[in-house]
T-cell receptor, first 115, second 112 residues
Framework: GAVVSQHPSWVICKSGTSVKIECRSLDFQATTMFWYRQFPKQSLMLMATSNEGSKATYEQGVEKDKFLINHASLTLSTLTVTSAHPEDSSFYIC???????????FGSGTRLTVV | DAKTTQPPSMDCAEGRAANLPCNHSTISGNEYVYWYRQIHSQGPQYIIHGLKNNETNEMASLIITEDRKSSTLILPHATLRDTAVYYCIVRPAAQAGTALIFGKGTTLSVSS
């Protein structure tokens, strides 16, 4: 089946630095990529939707200047957490629609810890 | 998308069938029932989906009531590796431009 490769799987960074998370669709073209955030013991919360070649759309309450999303090609979408703070520590997951009726493929997630 | 209601947690003995219920009383005629699961610290995994007929694949069976207001996911022989959070999501098909919206799901604990 379709695979979305997400890297890194975990990262620790210092407060104030930026971190980039990559999601690649390996055997299909992802014109759309969804980015989620998940805090401990909570469900996935949709952060933003990226579309190849256009600006991302962000959910209410998500700072677009803090969470920079780039979707420059049909196989790569990136999320950059800028000026990270401890409250940004979370599990970040990407997802791409791959088929008509059910094909939502998820990345394996990135555990971000800001110290 | 129609809202779903799931029990917060369930327990199951290894080797027994796990039956996970989901209520979706406001489901529309063009909405499918999807099931995903998330094993700890991993991305969600697709399990099965259906419109109105019962469905079965290598992972599970999906039983949808005739009025489509509820469904049950059945794991016929649960193993320890089936311990996960299971999400029931109702949405129209072929809407590739919109994301899956997750509720709180059911935490299934399989024990030996």
């Amino acid at each position: 089946g379709a695979v979305v490769s997400q890297h890194p799987s975990w990262v620790i960074c210092k407060s104030g630095t930026s971190v980039k998370i990559e999601c690649r669709s390996l055997d299909f073209q992802a014109t759309t990529m969804f980015w989620y955030r998940q805090f401990p013991k909570q469900s996935l919360m949709l952060m933003a939707t990226s579309n190849e070649g256009s600006k991302a759309t962000y959910e209410q309450g998500v700072e677009k200047d803090k969470f920079l999303i780039n979707h420059a090609s049909l196989t790569l979408s990136t999320l950059t957490v800028t000026s990270a703070h401890p409250e940004d520590s979370s599990f970040y997951i990407c997802s791409a629609p791959e088929g008509a009726s059910y094909g939502y493929t998820f990345g394996s997630g990135t555990r971000l810890t800001v110290v | 998308d129609a809202k779903t209601t799931q029990p917060p947690s369930m327990d199951c003995a290894e080797g027994r069938a796990a039956n996970l219920p989901c209520n979706h009383s406001t489901i529309s005629g063009n909405e499918y029932v999807y099931w995903y699961r998330q094993i700890h610290s991993q991305g969600p995994q697709y399990i099965i989906h259906g419109l109105k007929n019962n469905e079965t694949n290598e992972m599970a069976s999906l039983i949808i009531t005739e009025d489509r207001k509820s469904s049950t996911l059945i794991l016929p022989h649960a193993t320890l590796r089936d311990t996960a959070v299971y999400y029931c999501i109702v949405r129209p098909a072929a809407q590739a431009g919109t994301a899956l919206i997750f509720g709180k799901g059911t935490t299934l604990s399989v024990s030996s």
